[in-house]
Nanobody, 122 residues
């Protein structure tokens, strides 16, 4: 069973940057999509970015388009999320997830990391 571990969260001022990483215990050969979701207190979990591994397509939520970049490092079984121009509304717990197909519906993902907190102050 794939295990995912996120890292890289923290606190930053608005306009700053953070880079999140998600390390998989094994390369998910049959689980082709790795995605980042986030959940703020009192809100539903929402998709932020997703990538089909092996050089496939990337997808972004409108709210982060142009500011966030998802990328993969196959050698390290890692997917990263570079977050620039951060806004207070980006504050949330960020989770990585993996499954066969990319979707913005979190219910479709069977494997999740434990989450890493991102806090953006104004």
């Amino acid at each position: 069973q794939v295990q995912l571990v996120e890292s890289g969260g923290g606190s930053v001022q608005a306009g700053g940057s953070l880079r999140l990483s998600c390390a998989a215990s094994e390369y998910p050969y049959r689980l082709n999509c790795m995605a980042w979701f986030r959940q703020a207190p009192g809100k539903e979990r929402e998709g932020v970015a997703a990538i089909y591994t092996g050089g496939g397509n990337t997808y972004y939520a409108d709210s982060v388009m142009g500011r966030f970049t998802i990328s993969e490092d196959n050698a390290k079984n890692t997917v990263s999320l570079q977050m620039n121009s951060l806004k207070p509304e980006d504050t949330a717990m960020y989770y990585c997830a993996v499954d066969q197909r990319c979707s913005w519906r979190h219910e479709t993902y069977n494997y999740w990391g434990q989450g890493t907190q991102v806090t953006v102050s104004s």
